[in-house]
T-cell receptor, first 112, second 114 residues
Framework: GNSVTQMEGPVTLSEEAFLTINCTYTATGYPSLFWYVQYPGEGLQLLLKATKADDKGSNKGFEATYRKETTSFHLEKGSVQVSDSAVYFCALSDGGFQKLVFGTGTRLLVSP | DTAVSQTPKYLVTQMGNDKSIKCEQNLGHDTMYWYKQDSKKFLKIMFSYNNKELIINETVPNRFSPKSPDKAHLNLHINSLELGDSAVYFC?????????????FGEGSRLTVL
């Protein structure tokens, strides 16, 4: 079935460091890909998305490119802030069954 | 005004009890979901409703019964609670399915079964 694999965390960085969180997927057809973020004590919120190959999603300095050839959707940010500390979830939409399949989440900890 | 609201936020109960979690969205969305997040933060879909009709039932024990009285509400009732039911339950909604529509999540309901 469809699945998403994310790098295990936690990822610990100093403020202003470069961030990469890896995400690869297995899917039939052409899913849409998403990154969601969960701040402590809150629900998930959409960070960015890409709906077809080579699309780049971006928001709040984060970006990810839909790479069909490597089945990847890695999340990057050039300079992280303490306020970026959260759990980040990669997800794909299983269009046929109308559901989002999530990865296991990667916790990011940014220190001043 | 909270877009997707769940009640209660915290629920502590004994094994064998029956409990309900309520969810309401004021976004005018037509699709609602229940997700379960375990202690390792793994998120798994349980149910999905579109316009009050069940469209996804993801091999959840039949102790869990969702009910959608209208398209703005999706409640979750759990019978005979077990220790393994302890988790955070998230309600979400979207306009159309997730492929095109962003999911909006509630803040979660943390269920602890003792």
């Amino acid at each position: 079935g469809n699945s998403v694999t994310q790098m295990e965390g936690p990822v610990t960085l100093s403020e202003e460091a470069f961030l990469t969180i890896n995400c690869t997927y297995t899917a039939t057809g052409y899913p849409s890909l998403f990154w969601y973020v969960q701040y402590p004590g809150e629900g998930l919120q959409l960070l960015l998305k890409a709906t077809k190959a080579d699309d780049k999603g971006s928001n709040k300095g984060f970006e990810a490119t839909y790479r069909k050839e490597t089945t990847s959707f890695h999340l990057e940010k050039g300079s992280v802030q303490v306020s970026d500390s959260a759990v980040y979830f990669c997800a794909l939409s299983d269009g046929g069954f109308q559901k989002l399949v999530f990865g296991t989440g990667t916790r990011l900890l940014v220190s001043p | 005004d909270t877009a997707v609201s769940q009640t209660p936020k915290y629920l502590v109960t004994q094994m064998g009890n029956d409990k309900s979690i309520k969810c309401e969205q004021n976004l005018g969305h037509d699709t609602m979901y229940w997700y379960k997040q375990d202690s390792k933060k793994f998120l798994k879909i349980m149910f999905s409703y579109n316009n009050k009709e069940l469209i996804i039932n993801e091999t959840v024990p039949n102790r869990f019964s969702p009910k959608s009285p209208d398209k703005a509400h999706l409640n979750l009732h759990i019978n005979s609670l077990e220790l393994g039911d302890s988790a955070v339950y998230f309600c979400a909604s979207s306009l159309g399915g997730p492929k095109t529509g962003e999911l909006f999540f509630g803040e979660g309901s943390r269920l602890t079964v003792l």
